[in-house]
């Protein structure tokens, strides 16, 4: 995680921070993030009966998808330098907009939007999370995910 002064994280809202690196989402996943929650819909876990739908394979959940926002933005987000620990704030907007397949590479592009200091020593981080798919143009979602600091 790359650390700068209070200071200077303002400096940074407007801009691009990054991209993780691919990852691959293959059905071992799928199914424990099906066992994780109870959610053994075919979509996800039968590809026998997900081939014959539109997608023509298993997909990933849609949470399956947006829980590897903090693992895949660790490396990425600017962070205030003295940090006592950062905790997951929730999201402001997630919105779908295609399906991860089985076996596709995924990346999250990562921009920060807002900064603000809630109380002293402790900084809301607001970004902007695109998680690209490898050989698409249309992301598989947009989220705003919010990241408390405490300093």
């Known amino acids: 995680m790359p650390y700068v ?6 400096d940074y809202v407007g801009k691009e921070l990054g991209r993780s690196d691919w990852l691959t989402i293959d059905q071992e996943r799928i199914n ?4 994780a929650t109870g959610d053994y819909q075919f979509i996800h876990v039968d590809p026998v009966k997900a081939a014959q739908t539109p997608f023509g394979s298993t997909i ?5 998808s947006l829980s ?15 940090l006592k620990m950062v905790v997951n704030y929730g999201l402001d907007s997630v919105r779908f907009i295609q399906p991860v397949k089985v076996d596709s590479k995924v990346r999250l592009k990562v921009d920060l939007t807002e900064v603000t200091e809630k109380k002293p020593g402790q900084w809301l981080l607001k970004a902007t999370a695109t998680l690209e798919i490898e050989g698409s143009d249309k992301p598989a979602y947009i989220a705003e995910p919010l990241s408390l600091c405490f300093v």
Not at 5 to 10: I, R, T
Not at 32 to 35: G, I, N
């Open 5 to 10: 002064p209070v200071a200077e994280l303002k």
């Open 32 to 35: 424990l993030f099906a066992e």
């Open 60 to 64: 990933a959940h849609g949470f399956l």
């Open 68 to 82: 590897l926002i903090p693992k895949l933005m660790e490396d990425i987000l600017i962070l205030p330098e003295g």
